[in-house]
């Protein structure tokens, strides 16, 4: 890209009032500065995503937790708490088994 020397010239003639404005409009306080950030929208959809992924797991996690703890005490009393631990960890399985797929489906991993 070439730049003539007249045009070089008009705008460094200019640039001293162009200067003087914005020492002047800052001085007063009413200096603006607009900027926009691109592609915030998708920096919100991965931030969210990511956050839903974090609390399935999170769930999951606490199911496989909660129902060893069952299981591991039904062993000593009654059966009834046993189904309740096997249904824990069938739905924590349900649960895990989705998340897999959704990140691999994701290809970051």
């Known amino acids: ?47 969210d995503r990511t956050g839903n992924l974090l609390s399935l797991s999170i769930l999951v996690s606490s199911l496989v937790i909660g129902s ?4 591991s005490a039904s062993l000593s009393s009654h059966s009834s708490f046993k189904t309740l631990g096997l249904i824990g960890f069938s739905g924590a399985g349900i649960l895990g088994f989705f998340l897999a797929i959704v990140i691999l489906r994701s290809r970051r991993f």
């Open 1 to 47: 890209m070439k730049i003539s020397s007249r045009t070089l010239l008009r705008v460094l003639s200019g640039l001293p009032e162009r200067l003087e404005r914005l020492v002047d409009t800052a001085g007063a306080g009413k200096f603006r500065i607009d900027f926009s950030l691109r592609h915030l929208d998708d920096l919100i959809r991965e931030i």
């Open 68 to 71: 060893a703890l069952i299981f």
